[in-house]
Nanobody
Framework: QVHLMESGGGSVQAGGSLRLSCLAS????????MAWFRQAPGKEREGVAS????????TYTDSVKGRFTISIDNSKNTVYLQMNSLKPEDSGTYYC?????????????????????WGQGTEVTVSS
């Protein structure tokens, strides 16, 4: 089983940038699709971006295209989410997730309760 731990959250003004990291440990021998989700208070968990650990194919939700970049460093078992031009509506708890079969952020969002592993989350606050 893979275990995930996020870091890098914080507070930033609108227009600023943050980089989140997700360290995977445990059974990392298998290939996984890695993804970032976010959840604002009172709202459902929303898929943000995904990346295939084998071929590094990425998918993004429309609201972050052109602003966020997901990347992976397999030698460090770490996935990153570079967030630029942040907006107040990007605020929330950001979660890292992994799945051994699903690798499109839309599909992963629709099957969010069935994903293989989740991190504990890291807070992002964007002030206007």
């Amino acid at each position: 089983q893979v275990h995930l731990m996020e870091s890098g959250g914080g507070s930033v003004q609108a227009g600023g940038s943050l980089r989140l990291s997700c360290l995977a440990s445990g059974d990392t021998r298998n290939s996984y699709c890695m993804a970032w989700f976010r959840q604002a208070p009172g709202k459902e968990r929303e898929g943000v971006a995904s990346i295939d650990s084998d071929d590094e194919t990425t998918t993004y939700t429309d609201s972050v295209k052109g602003r966020f970049t997901i990347s992976i460093d397999n030698s460090k078992n770490t996935v990153y989410l570079q967030m630029n031009s942040l907006k107040p509506e990007d605020s929330g708890t950001y979660y890292c997730a992994a799945d051994s079969t699903l690798c499109h952020i839309g599909t992963m969002t629709s099957l969010v309760d069935d994903l293989d592993a989740w991190g504990q989350g890291t807070e992002v606050t964007v002030s206007s």
